[in-house]
T-cell receptor, first 113, second 112 residues
């Protein structure tokens, strides 16, 4: 069955700490991978995406993610978080046709100032 | 450029009623997808419309139906509402051939 698993439901960090959010997927065929972010009171927005090519992708606000095909993983990283990174983060996967996107349950990140 | 808009923002219905939610896609986008996001969960894919035709469907019963209009706006209709239908309903649009979705703010549906 197609699924996306996010390892941490809640993460609390202090400012300047490093962040890594885990994401594993089960999805047949060639995949497109995404991280979306939802800031408090705002709607979902794309943080970064992987379609093909370099497995290390860079997104907005200093975030990056690495696609490891052998591990079916697409972990999100940021070297130094800020208070403004407090949000909920969703990993998502779709087929290359793109008509069905599967989301993980989300990880709520709280960054202490 | 106007982003994806949804109406209404909030809605309260009782069990057994029917509801229609609306979505205006971003300018130039001809593909619309609908998602249900229950509290504490990630969005779940309901269905997608491309050029007024259903292009794929998730694991939702037939009482969830949709429409897409020539201007690419869309409706989600839910019949015979159940308590478990209480959720945030998200609409996302994308341009043709581009697998990147732009989300609206959602409609919060409460079924009593």
């Amino acid at each position: 069955a197609q699924s996306v698993s996010q390892h941490n439901h809640h993460v609390i960090l202090s400012e300047a700490a490093s962040l890594e959010l885990g994401c594993n997927y089960s999805y047949g065929g060639t995949v497109n991978l995404f991280w979306y972010v939802q800031y408090p009171g705002q709607h979902l927005q794309l943080l970064l995406k992987y379609f093909s090519g370099d497995p290390l992708v860079k997104g907005i606000k200093g975030f990056e993610a690495e696609f490891i095909k052998s591990k079916f993983s697409f972990n999100l990283r940021k070297p130094s978080v800020q208070w403004s990174d407090t949000a909920e983060y969703f990993c998502a996967v779709s087929n290359t046709g793109g008509f069905k996107t599967i989301f993980g349950a989300g990880t709520r990140l709280f960054v202490k100032a | 450029e106007t982003g994806v808009t949804q109406s209404p923002t909030h809605l309260i219905k009782t069990r057994g009623q029917q509801v229609t939610l609306r979505c205006s896609s971003q300018s130039g986008h001809n593909t619309v997808s609908w998602y249900q996001q229950a509290l504490g969960q990630g969005p779940q894919f309901i269905f997608q419309y491309y050029r007024e035709e259903e292009n794929g469907r998730g694991n939702f019963p037939p009482r969830f139906s949709g429409l897409q209009f020539p201007n690419y706006s869309s409706e989600l209709n839910v019949n015979a509402l159940e308590l478990d239908d209480s959720a945030l309903y998200l609409c996302a649009s994308s341009p043709s051939g581009i697998n990147e979705q732009f989300f609206g703010p959602g409609t919060r549906l409460t079924v009593l």
